[in-house]
């Protein structure tokens, strides 16, 4: 049986490859040469898809971002009460962190070893999250449910630094936390902090 690999196929087994090694090994103990073998292509295949190794680390985060998924949940969160949709953020935001542990845990102890373009990247993709969601509360407070005087993008930033820290502190720190409790609690302030009270 003939069995055709598409271009798109051999991006994508790329980069599951190179996401497997880069969250085993890092991105600086991980070799284009490695990654090649374990998506079962030749090194200069992978040269076709991705200029150099830092290319393709960069094409790895944008596919592990938290972004498309909170685009996607906008027309849901729309429908729902402003507690309830701090709620669904929280519960997709916390199971992405969860899969991408070993990558996260990681990148914390290499991070300011990376080239800076890595690093500039790395940095705007978290801040397009905080300024999308910061759109989103933008329109919640043109509905006047939130405070008139919200700065949302600091919001924002705040919203998701808790819930990091939490995942920080549980998932790699390993302290003994009642996760659901936390995040009831975490929301509770934020929204308690950020609606207005009619």
């Known amino acids: 049986m003939l069995v055709i690999t598409t271009m798109k196929d051999t991006k994508i087994k790329i980069l599951q490859a190179a996401l497997k090694l880069f969250s085993q090994k890092g991105y600086l103990g991980t070799t284009t040469k490695e990654i090649a073998k374990e998506a079962n292509v030749a ?4 040269f076709r898809y991705f200029k150099s190794k830092e290319s393709l680390f960069i094409d790895v985060l944008k596919n592990q971002s938290f972004l498309p998924t909170l685009k996607d949940l906008f027309p849901k969160l729309k429908e729902m009460d402003y507690k309830e949709s701090l709620k669904t953020i929280a519960k997709y935001y916390f199971d992405l962190l969860k899969k991408k542990k070993d990558l996260i845990c ?5 991070i300011f070893q ?5 690093r500039a990247i790395h940095s705007k993709m978290i801040h397009e ?4 969601f910061a759109s989103y509360l933008d329109e919640l407070k043109n509905k006047g449910i939130l405070k008139y005087d919200l700065d ?4 924002s930033l705040a919203y998701f630094g808790m819930l990091f820290n939490l995942f920080i502190k549980k998932e790699l720190l390993k ?4 996760l659901k ?6 929301i509770d302030i934020f929204y308690e902090g950020t609606r207005r009270i009619q």
């Open 129 to 132: 999250v905080y300024l999308v």
């Open 114 to 118: 990376y080239p800076a373009e890595i």
């Open 106 to 110: 990681i990148m914390h102890t290499e």
């Open 152 to 155: 949302t993008t600091y919001a």
């Open 175 to 178: 302290k003994k936390i009642n």
């Open 181 to 186: 409790k936390a995040l009831s609690t975490y």
């Open 43 to 46: 090194e200069v295949t992978l």
